[in-house]
T-cell receptor, first 111, second 115 residues
Framework: SQQGEEDPQALSIQEGENATMNCSYKTSINNLQWYRQNSGRGLVHLILIRSNEREKHSGRLRVTLDTSKKSSSLLITASRAADTASYFCAPPNQAGTALIFGKGTTLSVSS | DAGVTQSPTHLIKTRGQHVTLRCSPISGHKSVSWYQQVLGQGPQFIFQYYEKEERGRGNFPDRFSARQFPNYSSELNVNALLLGDSALYLC??????????????FGSGTQLSVL
């Protein structure tokens, strides 16, 4: 299936450190999105990166996309306790009607 | 403006019962998608609707159905509930029919427990 697969599954860091999460997917895409979920509630969109972009920034977030390796990464710089959440990459399905989520990376940031 | 609203927030049902979950998209958004998230897993796609037409369906049994109303709100119906239907049901809206070419706005979800 197309689903994004995040790595690592869990990550624990101290406040101020950087957190890097990786994502791999299987088929060609025209874009890939990253979402965040706090405490099993609704997901919040972080970044959408298109296939013709290699890198995109939003505040303390940096996303890269390597279409040749079918992989993406999310970097959170200077992490805060409030960044504690689950992070999901979401490539689209082949029909373009749905996002395909993996199990996500659970990030814990301790103060 | 209000975000995506879902009701109810929590629901407890018994096996074999039927449930209806409701979703109101962001004003101006014509596309609504439904996802099921089982504990410890990522959301799994159930349906996408745009302008009251079903545009996509995930790998779920026929016990799951949905519809979209003229005001773009949506209902997800699940018949003959099974224990395995216990999950967080998420609704998401977007402006355009291509639900994957722009960001989705998610509601807070309905937590369904089947006993």
């Amino acid at each position: 299936s197309q689903q994004g697969e995040e790595d690592p599954q869990a990550l624990s860091i101290q406040e101020g450190e950087n957190a890097t999460m990786n994502c791999s997917y299987k088929t060609s895409i025209n874009n890939l999105q990253w979402y965040r979920q706090n405490s099993g509630r609704g997901l919040v969109h972080l970044i959408l990166i298109r296939s013709n972009e290699r890198e995109k920034h939003s505040g303390r977030l940096r996303v890269t996309l390597d279409t040749s390796k079918k992989s993406s990464s999310l970097l959170i710089t200077a992490s805060r306790a409030a960044d504690t959440a689950s992070y999901f990459c979401a490539p689209p399905n082949q029909a373009g009607t749905a996002l395909i989520f993996g199990k996500g990376t659970t990030l814990s940031v301790s103060s | 403006d209000a975000g995506v609203t879902q009701s109810p927030t929590h629901l407890i049902k018994t096996r074999g019962q039927h449930v209806t979950l409701r979703c109101s998209p962001i004003s101006g958004h014509k596309s609504v998608s439904w996802y099921q998230q089982v504990l410890g897993q990522g959301p799994q796609f159930i349906f996408q609707y745009y302008e009251k037409e079903e545009r996509g369906r995930g790998n779920f049994p026929d016990r799951f159905s949905a519809r979209q109303f003229p005001n773009y709100s949506s209902e997800l119906n699940v018949n003959a509930l099974l224990l395995g239907d216990s999950a967080l049901y998420l609704c998401a809206s977007s402006e355009r029919p291509e639900g994957t070419n722009e960001k989705l706005f998610f509601g807070s979800g309905t937590q369904l427990s089947v006993l």
